[in-house]
Nanobody, 118 residues
Framework: QVQLVESGGGLVQAGGSLRLSCAAS????????MGWYRQAPGKQRELVAV???????NYADSVKGRFIISRDNAKNTVYLQMNSLKPEDTAVYYC????????????WGQGTQVTVSS
């Protein structure tokens, strides 16, 4: 099994920055995809940013140019640098990893709250 530990959420004013971290541990040989999703109250969970093991990235249009995803494969850790935060970024942020040689292949973190005040 795989365990994910997230950190870095909190309260920040609009225009500020936060950095989220998610460290994976357990039965891991190679993590294929690492990424971040978020869920605001009353809304569905949505993709924020993902990064494949080869470095390809995909961002939600709403965060392009403001958020940066990165990963340290040696530490099995993914980061999300969030800049120019807006009140609409307020949500619970979840880390997700995909490991194709495991069943199940998808694992989620417990979530970390990000609140952006106006």
């Amino acid at each position: 099994q795989v365990q994910l530990v997230e950190s870095g959420g909190g309260l920040v004013q609009a225009g500020g920055s936060l950095r989220l971290s998610c460290a994976a541990s357990g039965s891991i040989f190679s993590i294929n995809v690492m990424g971040w999703y978020r869920q605001a109250p009353g809304k569905q969970r949505e993709l924020v940013a993902v990064m494949a093991s080869g470095g390809n990235t995909n961002y939600a249009d709403s965060v392009k140019g403001r958020f940066i995803i990165s990963r340290d494969n040696a530490k099995n850790t993914v980061y999300l640098q969030m800049n120019s935060l807006k009140p609409e970024d307020t949500a619970v942020y979840y880390c997700k990893v995909v490991i194709w040689n495991l069943r199940p292949p998808d694992y989620w973190g417990q979530g970390t709250q990000v609140t952006v005040s106006s």
